[in-house]
């Protein structure tokens, strides 16, 4: 299986990055402001929470609105990510019917896609710091290590979620609310650690993946504390059987998918 | 003994070996429905393709016919790679196949040019191979200065017309024909019949066509096979098996 994957990766790797591409570029073709978008939506976003949880509830953290900026960003390309692979075959039915797709291909090309509006959101996060004068400390690399496994648990959570949004009609009403409820335990706008009653927090910032990849790279980017190596790597090896499980049955079942939809 | 080794001597493109394919159990279901009816949702089975085998000798054209719902399409798409099959097997020894599609992937917003690209790496061809070809396939199209155009501001029949010019132009092994494609105005749509004769009857190249047209049929093709049910009814030479069909179908 691993074969097959870097021989798709290879044959259709091209397709991938022109497709990811024009799908950005026909975004914007319609108005050049467009692309401001990318940059006003996570903006709007976190004034609303700053306003919201920094005035009305009173949220203490160091350099609030980054602090939540951090969270957005990476909020969104998960929840952008998941959202869309539910319905990823169905939507592109007039390609999926006509030619051979190795059906993770989709997947990759959306994922590419809001990659790069989350590199967006990430500049301005470096735009922030310095408008804040955030210390720069040297756990600042430590971004990158979770990043990448952040980015390997999404694609993993989209493979299972490719499958069964094709057998499963409704699937996409399900996944919105365990979304909505993951956002509230994931502490986009408030620190998961620190708000919750003593013994929760800390299980909730580490059997929550997202809250604890979100809440180590706020750490590492804002606040100059490394994140637990050991604990990276356990969430490394579950992202990856995550891939290897979701491919698995991915490439079982892809080419029925077309008989249904 | 002297029959096999003749038969060997024959070099194959395609070779289809008792071929099922089912539609079961893959309704798609919801979870609302399911809760609502706690029963077990009965399952469905329908084999579109029941048990087919034959032998497409490379270069050569074979035709298709059969009434609506036959399975015709069905085994197109196995054979295109889009459908796996439930039993038995295709071997296709090596080729490379396409299914002839218009259009496939195309962006809206995007030019003509940069959705032939698109298009191109989609069915499967390298950058490098698409830019070659880029040139030959504007001119085919004969939509002029258009094609640095959205194509959302073409009108329908320029979007067939460089839709059918991409598959055209790109070739492959094995071309697989779902109803032969009539574009365009007539002066393109006689342009592409001619264009689409000249492209199967290369020898190298195998065909399949699926066609309820029998003039087509027969103005095209060496073999016919004569699907029924999902089985073939009669498979042989072009005139014969057409013959039998307008009786059939009368």
């Not at chain 1, 039915?93 to 993770?104: H, M, Q, R, T």
């Not at chain 1, 997947?107 to 408008?131: E, P, T």
């Not at chain 1, 390997?152 to 979620?161: A, E, K, N, V």
């Not at chain 1, 997202?210 to 090896?237: D, E, F």
Request: proline share 2%; hydrophobic share 45%; net charge positive.
């Amino acid at each position: 299986m691993f074969s097959r994957f870097i021989k798709d990766l290879k044959q259709f790797g091209g397709y991938t990055k022109y497709a990811a591409k024009s799908q950005l570029k026909s975004e914007v073709a319609n108005s050049y402001l467009n692309w401001l978008w990318w940059v006003l939506d996570p903006i709007c976003f976190m004034l609303i929470y700053t306003f919201i949880f920094g005035v009305v509830f009173n949220g203490k953290e160091l350099y609030f609105p980054a602090f939540i900026f951090v969270g957005i960003s990476m909020w969104d390309f998960f929840n952008r990510c998941v959202k869309a692979s539910v319905k990823m075959v169905r939507g592109n039915k007039a390609v999926v019917s006509k030619v051979y797709l190795p059906k993770f291909i989709l997947v990759l090309i959306d994922m590419m896609v809001n990659g790069f509006k989350m590199l967006i959101s990430f500049a301005i996060v470096i735009g922030m710091m310095i408008f804040y004068r955030v210390p720069l400390h040297l756990t600042i690399l430590w971004f990158f290590p979770i990043l990448f496994v952040f980015i390997l648990f999404t694609f993993g959570c989209c493979m299972f979620l490719l499958h069964y949004g094709v057998y499963v009609e409704d699937l996409s009403n399900v996944v919105n609310i365990v979304l909505r409820i993951v956002f509230y335990m994931t502490g986009i706008f408030y620190d998961v650690e620190k708000r919750l009653p003593k013994p929760y927090g800390k299980y909730l910032s580490r059997c929550n993946p997202l809250a604890y990849m979100i809440g180590s790279a706020r750490n590492a980017v804002l606040y100059g504390r490394a994140p637990s190596v050991k604990l990276l790597l356990v969430l490394l090896l579950v992202a990856l059987l995550l891939i290897y499980l979701g491919l698995r049955l991915v490439y079982k079942n892809e080419n029925n998918y077309v008989k249904v939809i | 003994m002297e029959n096999a080794e003749k038969i060997e001597n024959i070099q194959y493109a395609i070779k289809v070996e008792d071929l099922h394919i089912r539609y079961k159990t893959l309704k798609a279901y919801s979870i609302k429905k399911n809760l609502l009816r706690l029963k077990k949702s009965e399952v469905d089975e329908f084999e579109a393709v029941r048990g087919v085998t034959f032998q497409v000798p490379k270069g050569e054209i074979m035709g298709i016919i059969g009434k609506n719902g036959s399975g015709k399409s069905t085994m197109l798409r196995a054979i295109a790679g889009i459908f796996s099959a439930d039993e038995g097997s295709i071997d296709l020894c090596g080729n490379k196949v396409s299914l002839l599609s218009i259009g496939v992937g195309f962006k809206k917003q995007l030019s003509g040019r940069e959705n032939i690209l698109l298009s191109g790496l989609l069915l499967g061809y390298t950058e490098t191979q698409v830019r070659e070809h880029m040139q030959e396939i504007i001119d085919f199209a004969e939509i002029g200065q258009f094609i640095d155009m959205p194509v959302r501001t073409y009108s329908s029949g320029m979007y067939s017309k460089l839709a059918f010019s991409i598959t055209a132009i790109l070739e492959s092994d094995i071309m697989l024909i779902d109803e032969v494609l009539s574009v365009g105005d007539a002066k393109f749509k006689k342009k592409s019949f001619n264009k689409m004769k000249k492209l199967i009857s290369n020898h190298d190249r195998t065909v399949m066509i699926v066609s309820h047209d029998i003039q087509t049929l027969s103005d095209l093709c060496e073999t016919v096979m004569w699907m029924h049910d999902g089985k073939i009814k009669k498979i042989g030479p072009a005139d014969e098996v057409l013959e039998e069909y307008k009786e059939f179908m009368k």
